[in-house]
Every structure is written in C-alpha cells, then in structure tokens.
C-alpha cells in the first residue's frame, strides 16, 4: 500500500510515533531526525530584505513517500510556521537526466517563503532514480511514464496529512508530469513553469478540454523550447487555460527578478489574498 511518513512536524504526536515540536518555543530537547538548524522560534523580529537565499521561517519536515511499485522518495514538506496552511503546492522538479531536482531554485525559493509569505504548504521530493542534497530516491527515471507512481506517492502524503486544496506546481519536466497524470488526482489545478509540450501528446493535452480545473502556464520570451505564441497554439486545445507570456525570460528563470515573478504570478492564483509579495520580511529571524 502507498504511503508517507516524515520524521517531525509541530505540536503533539503523530499517529507514526514521531514527536512534534511545539509551535512558537524551543523544546527542552530535540526529537530524533529533527533538524534544529532548521527552526526558527519565536525570537525578536527583525527585517530583513527577501534575496535569493533567505529561508524564512516556517515548519520543515523530511518526508519520505512510497510508491506502489515499493520504491522509497525522499522529499521535504514546509508549512507555515504558527497556523495552518490555506493551500498546499505539489512540486514536480525539472528533468533530472539534466539536472532537474527538488532543490531546483525556483522550487526551492517556492518553500523557502511561501510558507512564511502566503500561508501555502510546499512540498518537494525527488522523482525517481533523482538526487538532491536531501538523498536519493529509489528507482530509475521513467521518462514521465513512471512518474506517474511519484505523483501518486505524494498525493497520497497531502491526503494522509489532509492538506487543503492540493495544487500541481510544475516546471519543465514536472509540467509534463502534471499534464499526464495529474488529472487522475483531486488537484484544484496545475501551474505549469516553462512547459515544453515535449512528452505531453496532443490526446492527453486535449483530455483536459473538458476539465473544470484550472490550468496557468508561464512562458517565457525567451524559452528553449516553447514560447508564448506557439504556447498559446498549442494550448488552444485547453479552452479555459491560461497561457501567460514574461517579458525577457528564459527557460531556467535564472536572477531574483525571474524568480520572485514566478512566485508572485503562483500567489495570485492559489492564495491572492496575500499579493502582494513584500520584499522584505518583518518578522523571527531567517535561517
């Protein structure tokens, strides 16, 4: 059976055993697999101008999810430090064969300070075969194929931790993934970061015609594989999607400018009620 667990999260027990950290305080003595350097308490607020890596504060926790074909991924899932999260992004890295994975820097922007910005829960794993300073999961790359199985792994942690409306964050790669798989989920919608429409055929991109749920792509000017007016072209088959074009882009979204784009555009549609983003943080100290 499919299934995730994580090694803490904040205030009581969890039904895998694993002892919480109490929100707001530091504990007389640290859980095992707890990462201490990775908390931030209720300590005197500073302000702090957001740059590239500044990780503000928020619950963080090593997750490991499991796929139905038993291999094990590992990941990271960031919630807002003091309340509960109103929205929670999927992430789905960018090819790993060329160096995709879940510390891919618009991800890992998204979980650095969402949570602390937008109140949105972020988790991040590695697909298969995939590696990270977190570790590496199990398995091989299976060509967005076998993703499938990953996909499904970490839905299965966001209804076990009964996370809110659940959002598909896709980027590159990960779009592909989204746009295969994720309509077999209850998603509220996908993001789709620089989608190349490379292993999507036209039959599973058309299969959301009929589909409600929201779909958003930024496409940059200036992308490798896929710019905005053929993005439009092909995403035509999707009457209700979004194809939004940013100005002087480029595939990897590289320079805070790009970056922090990328995040205010997925906090207006997941959580616009905290647009817009400040560029400094007022508040516990960073990490």
């Known amino acids: 059976m499919r299934g995730a667990t994580g090694t803490s999260t904040a205030g009581g027990s969890h039904e895998d055993g694993a002892q919480r950290v109490p929100v707001g305080r530091r504990p007389d003595r640290w859980p095992v697999g707890w990462h201490r350097d990775r908390y931030v308490g209720e300590d005197s607020a500073v302000s702090t101008e957001i740059r590239s890596n500044v990780v503000l504060p928020a619950r963080r926790e090593d997750v490991v999810l499991r796929t139905a ?62 590696t990270s300073p977190r570790g590496t999961s199990d398995g091989a790359f299976g060509e967005g194929d076998l993703e499938a199985l990953d996909l499904a792994a970490a839905m299965d942690l966001v209804a076990d931790r009964a996370l809110p409306h659940p959002w598909l964050l ?57 710019r905005p007016v053929e993005a439009a072209e092909r995403f035509a088959a999707i009457p209700g999607a979004e194809v939004i074009g940013i100005d002087g882009a480029k595939h990897l979204w590289v320079g805070e400018r790009q970056a922090g784009r990328v995040l205010e555009e997925i906090v207006r549609v997941v959580n616009p009620a905290a647009r817009p983003l400040p560029s400094v943080w007022s508040g516990p100290s960073p990490a």
């Open 69 to 130: 074909d038993g291999l094990t991924l590992v990941g990271e899932l960031a919630l807002p430090l003091d309340r509960e999260p109103v929205a929670t992004l999927v992430t789905l890295h960018p090819l790993p064969t060329a160096g995709g994975f879940m510390d891919s820097h618009v991800l890992r922007k998204a979980a650095a300070r969402l949570p602390a910005l937008a109140d949105l829960a972020v988790l991040r794993f590695n697909t298969r075969g995939t």
């Open 170 to 226: 896709g980027w590159s790669f990960g779009t592909e993934v989204a746009l295969k798989h994720g309509r077999e989920h209850p998603v509220e919608g996908a993001i789709l970061l620089s989608p190349p429409l490379h292993r999507t055929s036209e039959a599973e991109l058309s299969a959301w015609a009929d589909d409600p749920r929201r779909i958003v792509a930024l496409v940059p000017e200036h992308d490798d594989y896929l």
